[in-house]
């Protein structure tokens, strides 16, 4: 069974883009959760999305939104790109977010020059 | 590959020794806990979880060891391996609310 995928590996932008992050979570998931990776804060929780409705929501600026598709497909999209949200962005399944396992996608290296 | 963290606690283990490491989570009402391995330039690796009502829960080489209590969380790794080397995370969740990651502890494996 395939993992959760996450494309694209590496981005390079530059200060005030956009970008646009996609998962696919393993099949039969309906649960997708996104987080920013930083050496200095850790792992922290952007949003989870199940069913294609947002469900939980972390402490992040309103430049960050996502999205989940009728497939469960998920992607997030960061606008105004600030020096800041240079990050490892990942992205967990489940199968209902509740108690059960999630696996995580390699992540998307954002670099925000 | 990528820095996990700069500046996590480190835990140096010779190789075919047994490893503790160990987590206090914040919120006495979660009810799942994980436990993850990260290697550099990957996610986060799913190794074993954990449910409220048990003590301890007991894998592949692993164990993990729940005391509500005091609020803590450890993951025993028998006859550790170079392969083993990592940050370790520990992960609390309270329903259907997100998993809260700890800071993370890294694991190097002396051969």
């Known amino acids: 069974k395939a993992g959760v995928t996450q494309t694209p590996r590496y981005l390079i932008k530059t200060r005030g883009q956009q970008v646009t992050l996609s998962c696919s979570p393993i099949?039969?998931?309906?649960?997708v959760s996104w987080y920013q990776q930083t050496p200095g804060q850790g792992l922290q929780f952007l949003f989870e999305?199940?069913?294609?409705?947002?469900?939980n929501k972390g402490n992040f600026p309103g430049r960050f939104s996502g999205r989940q598709f009728s497939n469960s497909r998920s992607e997030m999209n960061v606008s105004t790109l600030e020096l800041g949200d240079s990050a490892l962005y990942l992205c967990?399944?489940?199968?209902?977010?509740?108690?059960?396992?999630?696996?995580f996608g390699q992540g998307t290296r954002l670099t925000v020059v | 590959g990528e820095s996990v963290g700069l500046h996590l606690p480190t835990l140096s283990v010779q190789e075919g020794d047994n490893s503790i490491i160990n987590c206090a989570y914040s919120?006495?009402?979660?009810?799942?806990f994980i436990w993850y391995k990260q290697e550099s330039g990957k996610g986060p690796q799913f190794i074993i979880d954990?449910?409220?009502?048990?003590d301890k829960r007991q894998g592949q080489r692993v164990t993990v060891l729940l005391n509500k209590t005091v609020k803590h969380l450890s993951l025993q790794i028998a006859a550790t391996q170079p392969g083993d080397s990592a940050v370790y995370f520990c992960?609390?969740?309270?329903?259907?609310?997100?998993?809260?990651f700890g800071k993370g502890t890294r694991l190097s494996v002396i051969a």
């Open positions: 967990a399944s489940s199968l209902d977010g509740s108690g059960t396992e999630a696996f």
């Open positions: 999305y199940f069913s294609e409705t947002q469900r």
């Open positions: 919120n006495s009402a979660s009810d799942y």
């Open positions: 954990i449910r409220s009502n048990m």
């Open positions: 992960a609390e969740k309270e329903g259907n609310t997100p998993l809260v």
């Open positions: 099949s039969g998931h309906r649960s």
